[in-house]
């Protein structure tokens, strides 16, 4: 039995979080969306062992610091790919970034690169 790949999406658009879900689903990916900083620290507070957490342009600044170094805490190994937009960087200490209008094969692939060593652990 495959045990599934999940992914974790934090946004405040929810039609863009719908339109990524989608295509980490197509991709073979187990998604669980959250709007709210609360909903996404009780998400990896759960039982899900997440293989990514994907922190969205949408997300206040101030909410993508408290959520990173929260994230973090919580589990410490956990990729954190932030998508940004031409004007709105973060200080957030993620591992990735990604700018939101680049296309969704760049995405999957640096959601790959992010998560080759997660894969690799579980294979062994």
């Known amino acids: 039995m495959t045990v599934p790949r999940s992914i974790l999406i934090i946004s405040r658009d929810r039609i863009l979080q719908h339109t990524r879900k989608l295509i980490l689903e197509h991709s073979g990916y187990h998604v669980t969306d959250v709007h709210s900083d609360e909903e996404a620290i009780k998400a990896v507070e759960s039982s899900v062992s997440y293989i990514l957490a994907l922190l969205c ?68």
């Open 57 to 124: 342009h949408t997300v206040p600044e101030r909410s993508r610091l408290f959520l990173v170094a929260r994230l973090k805490e919580l589990r410490p190994k956990l990729p954190i790919l932030m998508l940004y937009n031409s004007y709105d960087l973060t200080q957030a200490k993620v591992d990735g970034s990604l700018h939101s209008l680049d296309s969704p094969a760049e995405l999957l692939e640096m959601i790959a690169l992010l998560t080759q060593d997660a894969r690799s652990a579980n294979a062994g």
